[in-house]
């Protein structure tokens, strides 16, 4: 069972939870500034551990070392003035919910802060961040009304609604990625990798990355297509997603990817096996394309016969499908 755990801890991802349950068991057990300071520094190690060691970036330990670090740096320092005495749990909650939100709604800033780390792209965690923010926000609003309400609740009903309710929430959160991962398990993927790449005049646009690098080289920026993100949803969506990405990227809305391969690839980190979409994004005319960092367009017979630069594995392997492609639309494509 540990081998399997240690196998899977990219999608297990929800262990990184744990740290934020205890805290909010704890709480109401121990002196609130000892237990909040405690679960910082517990939340930041294991963040610190995971992206130096590990090179990826567990989205719930980032959750609760932001959250948690800011209960406890507004308690530490103002005392009861933000923190009001009995009301540390909502505020837990409340703040947890913030750093969630801005998640579902910003998800490329996760993705950035993942590749100036120089770490992997794993998964993107919306999933389960917008259970949380439902979840909590309905109980905020709920408690926020029992609040102002006299004996509606009992003193016990209304001690489970504040305090119990919350761990509860996160217990659901961490069965849900479980749950996900026997679904994995049995090859139901509902993980999946979509890959962009950008195509002009029978040249293809390549960027450097360094989340996806070998052993000898870990550190090494590689050569890879315009664009590589993880997707979470049923696989005949991913056309969906893709279409999404490529609005954000290009400045024509005219433009559509088309689906050209979809295989089974073995990730960087583990021998698990990952579902891959990649699709080609044909643009006529190479201003369409919004600037994407540390990026150019390369001729296919420039990355056969070029033995100095470094490419990625997954790359030189989609090259001929991807040759093809670039080769079709550019002789055809006019006539679309």
């Keep these: 069972m540990m081998k399997l755990i240690f196998k899977y801890r990219n999608k297990i991802v ?26 910082f ?25 932001v959250g948690i670090g800011a209960c406890f740096v507004l308690r530490l320092f103002t005392g009861y003035t933000f923190v009001p005495y009995g009301s540390i749990t909502p505020i837990l909650e409340l703040l947890l919910l913030i750093v969630a939100f801005i998640h579902i709604t910003a998800p490329e800033i996760y993705k950035e802060l ?24 309905l109980h905020l609003t709920v408690l926020l009304f029992v609040d102002h309400i006299d004996h509606l609740f009992s003193e016990d009903g209304f001690f489970f609604l504040k305090y119990g309710v919350p761990v509860i929430i996160y217990v659901l959160c961490l069965i849900i990625n479980v749950v996900g991962i026997h679904l994995a398990l049995q090859e139901n993927f509902r993980y999946s990798l979509v ?6 005049d029978g040249k293809i646009y390549l960027r450097q990355r360094n989340d996806c690098t070998d052993d000898l080289h870990e550190d090494a920026p590689v050569w890879d297509i315009a664009v590589e993100s993880p997707f979470e949803g049923p696989l005949e969506k991913s056309d969906e997603y893709a279409m999404r990405i490529t609005r954000k990227i290009c400045t024509s809305n005219n433009i559509t990817p088309r689906l050209i391969l979809k295989y089974t ?20 005319d190479k201003n369409d394309l919004r600037k994407i960092a540390e990026g150019r367009f390369f ?16 790359l030189l392997s989609e090259l ?12 055809f494509g006019s006539a679309d």
């Design 14 to 39: 929800s262990l990184g939870l744990l740290p934020i349950i205890a805290t909010l068991i704890c709480l109401h057990f121990f002196q609130n500034t000892i237990v909040l300071g405690i679960s």
């Design 41 to 65: 520094v517990v939340c930041l190690s294991l963040l610190l551990y995971g992206i130096i060691r590990l090179k990826n970036l567990n989205f719930f330990l980032l959750l609760g070392s």
């Design 114 to 137: 993942q590749e100036r780390l120089h770490l992997r792209n794993c998964f993107s965690f919306v999933l389960e961040a917008k259970t949380i923010v439902i979840l909590s926000a």
């Design 195 to 200: 890959r962009i790449a950008v195509v002009h």
């Design 265 to 284: 690839s073995t990730p960087c980190d583990d021998d698990s096996q990952q579902r891959v979409s990649l699709y080609i994004l044909p643009l006529n």
């Design 299 to 314: 001729s296919f017979d420039e990355i056969s016969e070029t033995a100095v630069r470094r490419y990625n594995p997954a």
């Design 320 to 331: 001929d499908a991807l040759q093809m492609a670039a080769e079709m639309w550019q002789t």
